[in-house]
């Protein structure tokens, strides 16, 4: 499975922006997709998860009712649609894809296999 993320760019606070993570390599319907993102000096930390059918999210307390997971299983396609960005959401994004998960949603790095190569979102105050 290849991920390619893309939509990172520089914004001002309180703007906008969304994430594509395309996949190929196989179909991803049915798998655990997750975005986690890795601010300079921190670790890298969970942001939102959807279940393979898309019935099923999760996010950190920290981008709650900000930030939107969504996925279209018919174009490999997994979203996110950030609102109201903050300083503090600047960092490089991964998508990341669970093909042991089958049920649920988790928010725990290791539960990903495979990775994309980050977009990188900066935003200005």
């Known amino acids: 499975v290849q991920l390619q993320a893309s939509g990172g760019g520089l914004v001002q606070a309180g703007d906008s922006l969304r994430l594509s993570c395309a996949a190929s390599?196989?179909?991803?319907?049915?798998?655990?997709m997750g975005w986690f993102r890795q601010a300079p000096g921190k670790e890298r930390e969970f942001v939102a998860t959807?279940?393979?059918?898309?019935?099923?999210?999760d996010y950190a307390d920290s981008v709650k009712g900000r930030f939107t997971i969504s996925r279209d299983n018919a174009k490999n396609a997994v979203h996110l649609q950030m609102n109201s960005l903050q300083p503090e959401d600047t960092a490089v994004y991964y998508c990341?894809?669970?093909?042991?998960?089958?049920?649920?949603?988790?928010?725990?790095?290791?539960?990903?296999?495979?990775w994309g190569q980050g977009t990188l979102v900066t935003v200005s105050s």
């Open positions: 990341a894809l669970s093909s042991a998960l089958r049920v649920g949603v988790s928010s725990v790095v290791q539960v990903y296999d495979y």
């Open positions: 959807i279940s393979g059918s898309g019935t099923t999210t």
């Open positions: 390599g196989r179909s991803f319907t049915n798998y655990n």
